[in-house]
């Protein structure tokens, strides 16, 4: 199912920088306007790179899409990344926008190539790291922290 929202050019270019150049730490959108639109995103060794600020981002009562660069590390492969798509669409919110949201993902996610995990998250527990990092990470890794 299709809502007939669009994305934007500038959500496709900033993913790009994130995936290629790693200049982002993370990206939030929203849908403003019938159109799927960065809304704020974090410089890598800036106080606003840590994923609590990210998670901080998804509000009680309305929809999101995230993605944030997950950095662990495992003892036979050192250091890697993952970029982790995060649909944000919480019970409190409206049905209406919940629904919006649902099925406007795909317009955003069949752009975004490159992403190595999804998660869709209802309740800020769901959207904590250590359910992020569970659902995502492999067996016996252990999470690099962004400051």
Not at 16 to 21: F, S
Not at 76 to 94: C, Q
């Amino acid at each position: 199912m299709s809502s007939g929202v669009g994305v934007v050019n500038d959500a496709l270019s900033l993913f790009e920088d994130m995936k290629l150049r790693r200049k982002y730490s993370w990206i939030v959108y929203k849908i403003d306007d019938g159109k799927i639109v960065p809304e704020k995103y974090a410089e890598p060794g800036t106080p606003e790179a840590s994923y609590e600020s990210f998670a901080q981002l998804f509000p009680a009562e309305e929809g999101r899409y995230g993605v944030f660069d997950l950095e662990y590390q495992t003892a036979e492969d050192g250091v890697r990344n993952k970029l982790i798509f995060i649909m944000w669409a919480p019970n409190s919110a409206k049905i209406k926008f919940r629904m919006l949201y649902a099925s406007s993902k795909q317009a955003l996610r069949d752009r975004l190539q490159g992403i190595h995990a999804e998660v869709q998250c209802t309740e800020l527990s769901e959207i904590a790291f250590e359910s992020v990092f569970e659902n995502v990470a492999p067996k016996g890794a252990n999470p690099v922290i962004k400051s």
